[in-house]
């Protein structure tokens, strides 16, 4: 491939900062390396699953050849347009947010006086990004060795891929082709144009209105975010609940908070046309048996992905794949291809980097140092643990108490609501909770949820406990510092304790405190 052969990408605004971006996930100048006669592992996708795989390969110095192959811009939905750019403008949103509740804190801030500056905002958003995009750069996954590749990847037979008129021979192959947001059929929805996570951080100004389509993590997650930068925001779940994988008690918590900061939320919604009419995009939808329209100004749809199966020509390598689903997997990640494995969005149920991440380690492992499928890892032994960065967060691990019945483990639920942690109250966040499952009769946790502003930096502490067996018991003998949050967790454990106390034992201390 030569340099006028390589696709453009361009990422709005094309400032100074999308320009370093794509100065480091797609370079212009970039020309394609002479591929090595055969390589060990070739990897298409360079999202995170993607990345996690090659720079492992690579990096173990073995002298294995990978090459890594990207068609848009290296770090995927992560640095672009996922995690990184929301996380980002979701700290400017907390600001609105604690100032909201300063008063009832005693400082007053006059409310008029909020002066949100969308355009700063999302220029502060693309200067963390593109600050940050060195690490997931074509120049530095060459420094470690890989073969970049810029270009969209296709099988060409059992043993090559195609990209940019080169052939590549492998070994074995990855398929890290992430996922997009699905697509809704909605009449007129693609005449009047809608925003999702792919554009939405191009924007400079804010959207007077905004109508955001889907109350999973991303719905919740954005449309907060742009109310409290300033939009009026009204919130489409065709769900009867908020988050509706989530622990209830826990999305019921965030949906009040959710209509307590002004965002008008319409459940068990039907969206049934958008119409373009003068004052801008207008939504028919019915709820409830109750129809009605609000005209927005844009459009935001965050409503489920869709796996990028598309053009890889999986028929041709036995590739079987669904759709909705993605690339179907075994537990070692193996697709229906014994020498092709996939990992992340393409294949998983759990959509998130660290999952991605893991899944690509479980990948290196099972391509390359488990011959004959000796000492596989598996999928199905990870603890995942997860966060909704709302404000309050959502953080679970592990199982749900109805998933647990399902498997038939009988389950005892320790509840600890923030009324009772002196820190929450000192921080007047008293609402949210920490619930462990753990199975009964015994002090093994199966799982947990947390709802709190730092539920994110608390649920490691369970997941660390979960990884190495470490049970309620031993929980209850680690020292938290007073007053932290986190102490919910040693209150949890030390109510697990009590509940080992027989009644003989009572009687037993009682006798022996009448003695000292
Ligand atoms: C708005 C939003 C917020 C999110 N926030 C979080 C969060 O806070 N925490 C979290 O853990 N997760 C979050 N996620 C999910 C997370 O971004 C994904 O789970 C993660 O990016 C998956 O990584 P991946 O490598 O599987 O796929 P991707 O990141 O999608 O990467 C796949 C790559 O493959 C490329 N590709 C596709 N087809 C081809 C082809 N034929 N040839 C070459 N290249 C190809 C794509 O261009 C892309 O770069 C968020 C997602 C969104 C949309
Ligand atoms: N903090 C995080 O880790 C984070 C943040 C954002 C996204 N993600 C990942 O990205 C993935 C996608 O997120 P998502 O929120 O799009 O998906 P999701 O599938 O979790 O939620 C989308 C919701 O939209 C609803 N919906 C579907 N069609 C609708 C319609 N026509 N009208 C109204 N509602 C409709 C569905 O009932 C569903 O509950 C998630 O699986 C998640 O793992 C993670």
Redesign the pocket.
Known sequence: MTNSDLERVTVRPTDEYNQKLVSYVHPPNWVNPQPADVYDLVVIGAGTAGLVVAAGAAGLDLGLKVALIEKHLMGGDCLNV??VP?KTIIRSARVVGEIWDAKDLGVNIPQHNIDVDFPKVMARMRRIRADISPNDSAERFQKLGVDVFLGSGRFASKNTVEVGGKTLRFKKAVIATGAR?AQ?S?PGIEKAGYLTNETVFSLIQRPERLAV???????C?LAQAFRRLGSEVVL????SHLL??EDAEAAEILQKVLIREGIRVVLN?K?EEVVTVTEGKRLYFSSNSHRDSVTVDEILV????SPNVENLNLEAVGVEYDKHQGVKVNDYLQTTNPKIYAAGDICMN???THAADAAARIVIKNTLFSPFGIGRSKLSSLVMP????TDPEIAHVGMYEHEAQKLGIEVTTIKIPFSSVDRAIADGEESGFLKIHHKKGSDEIIGATIVSSHAGEMISEVTTAMVNKLGLSKLSSVIHPYPTQAEAIKKAADAYRRTLLTSNTKKLLGFLTKLS
């Open positions: 996922g995690c929301s947001a809704l909605i389509i889907g109350g999973g993590p991303i719905g997650e489409f779940h065709s769900g509706n994988k919604s969206l965050g409503a489920g992905r759990w959509k998130f997860w966060v909704t960065y």
